[in-house]
C-alpha cells in the first residue's frame, strides 16, 4: 500500500476508534434499541412533547451511530479499492480512492467535532439575533451580509431558517434581525458565534471610496424545550405592541399584531412580527425570552472557563472576536482562536466550518482546563 493511503488509512482508524469511545459504543448501541422500542410503542405518542423529545434523541443518536458504521464501510472499500489499483499500477482509479479516502478522513474531522458538542442545549435548534453597530447605513449593510452569511451556511449543512423579526436600514441592510435556525446541534455549532464581527472594506456608499469599518454583532440562544424549565415571573415582563413592518401579508401596517417583551431584570429585549397575529407573535416573542434567560444562565455557568461577557459588550473597538478585512487585503482572521483565510467570498457566502470547529474545539478544551 502507498505510504499516503497507509497514512490516510491510520488517521482515519484513529478517529473512529475515538469516536467510539467519545459514544461508549456498546452503551450507545443499547440506549439506540431501547429508544427505538419507545418510538414504536403506540402509548408514547399520547404525549406528543414527550414523543418528539424521544424522536429526536433517537434521530440524533442514530444519525451518530450510522455515521461511524457508514465510516468504517467506506473506508474498507476505500482501502480495498486503492489496494487493487496499487496492484494494477492505475494511476487513474489510485486517485479516485485517495479521494475517497480524503473525503471520509474530512467526514472523520467533523464527527470528532460534532462529537465534542455535549453541552445541555447543544443539540438544540438556535435563535441567532443580527444587531448593527454604529455607523448609520455602512453597519446596517455589515449586518446584512452577517444575515446572509448565516443563512447560506445554515442551509448548506441542511437547517432551515425562519425569520422571526427584522428592522430594516433605512438604505440598506438591517438594523437587527432575529433568525430561527433548526437542525440538530445548530446552537452547539453556532454558540461560538456570539461576539462582535467587525469589516474593514472599500465603502460602496463613499463617493470618495474610502476605507471604513463597521461593527456588527451577533447572539446566539438556544431554543428551549419543554424539558427545560425556566421561571419567568410576569409581573417582570413589560409588552409592547406595534405595527409590524416589511412582507407578511396583508395585515402589515394595518394592526398592532407585532409584540415585543423586555425583560425587566435583566433588560432583555426580544420581539417577533412575522405571525399573522398579535397571539401568535406573543407566543413566539415568550419562546424566544425563555431561550435567552437560558442563554443568559449557561453563560454564567459557564463564566469560570472563559470571559463570555464580552459578547455582550459595545459593538465597537476592543471587542471583536472576528475581524474582515477586504481592502487593502483580503483576509478573515478569529481574534481568539487565531484561524485565518484569504477566501474572504467563502466565507462570506457561508464557509464558516474551519472558523466554527476551532473555537469548538477551544472552548471545550477551556472548560476541561477550569474543571481541572
Not at 175 to 191: F, M, R
Not at 207 to 228: C, E, L, M, Q, Y
Amino acid at each position: 500500500m502507498r505510504p499516503d493511503v497507509e497514512a490516510m488509512k491510520a488517521d482515519i482508524e484513529q478517529s473512529v476508534a475515538l469516536l467510539r469511545r467519545r459514544l461508549d459504543w456498546d452503551v450507545a448501541l443499547r440506549k439506540l434499541d431501547e429508544l427505538n422500542a419507545r418510538v414504536e410503542d403506540p402509548t408514547l405518542w399520547d404525549n406528543p412533547e414527550q414523543a418528539q423529545a424521544v424522536s429526536r434523541d433517537r434521530s440524533r443518536l442514530e444519525a451518530q451511530v450510522g455515521a461511524v458504521k457508514a465510516m468504517e464501510r467506506d473506508l474498507e472499500d476505500g482501502i480495498m479499492l486503492a489496494e487493487m489499483a496499487d496492484e494494477e499500477g492505475d494511476e487513474a482509479t489510485l486517485e479516485e480512492a485517495r479521494e475517497q479516502l480524503k473525503s471520509i478522513k474530512d467526514r472523520a474531522a467533523r464527527a470528532e467535532l460534532e462529537a465534542l458538542l455535549s453541552g445541555e442545549a447543544d443539540g438544540n435548534d438556535a435563535y441567532l439575533e443580527v444587531n448593527s453597530g454604529a455607523g448609520g447605513t455602512e453597519s446596517n449593510d455589515w449586518a446584512g451580509m452577517l444575515l446572509r452569511m448565516y443563512t447560506r451556511w445554515a442551509k448548506a449543512h441542511g437547517y432551515e431558517t425562519t425569520i422571526e423579526a427584522m428592522e430594516e436600514g433605512e438604505q440598506a441592510g438591517v438594523k437587527s434581525a432575529t433568525v430561527l435556525i433548526t437542525g440538530p446541534n445548530a446552537y452547539g455549532w453556532l454558540k461560538s458565534e456570539s461576539g462582535v464581527h467587525r469589516l474593514v472594506r472599500i465603502s460602496p456608499y463613499d463617493a470618495a471610496a474610502k476605507r471604513h469599518t463597521s461593527f456588527a454583532s451577533i447572539g446566539v440562544s438556544p431554543v428551549v424545550d419543554d424539558t427545560i424549565e425556566i421561571d419567568i415571573n410576569p409581573s417582570d415582563v413589560r409588552t409592547d405592541t406595534y405595527r409590524a413592518s416589511g412582507a407578511g401579508g396583508q395585515h402589515i401596517n394595518k394592526t398592532d399584531s407585532a409584540v415585543r417583551l423586555t425583560h425587566v431584570p435583566t433588560n432583555t429585549v426580544v420581539a417577533c412580527q412575522t405571525g399573522r397575529s398579535q397571539h401568535q407573535n406573543r407566543e413566539q416573542a415568550w419562546k424566544m425570552l425563555r431561550a435567552r434567560l437560558y442563554e443568559l444562565e449557561l453563560q454564567k455557568r459557564e463564566a469560570a472557563a472563559q470571559a463570555l461577557a464580552d459578547a455582550k459588550t459595545d459593538i465597537g473597538w476592543g471587542h471583536q472576536i472576528r475581524s474582515y478585512v477586504l481592502q487593502p487585503y483580503q483576509m478573515v482572521k478569529d481574534l481568539r482562536t487565531e484561524v485565518e483565510t484569504s477566501d474572504t467570498q467563502g466565507v462570506l457566502d457561508g464557509d464558516l466550518d474551519a472558523f466554527m470547529g476551532a473555537a469548538l474545539a477551544a472552548r471545550v478544551g477551556e472548560t476541561r482546563d477550569a474543571k481541572n
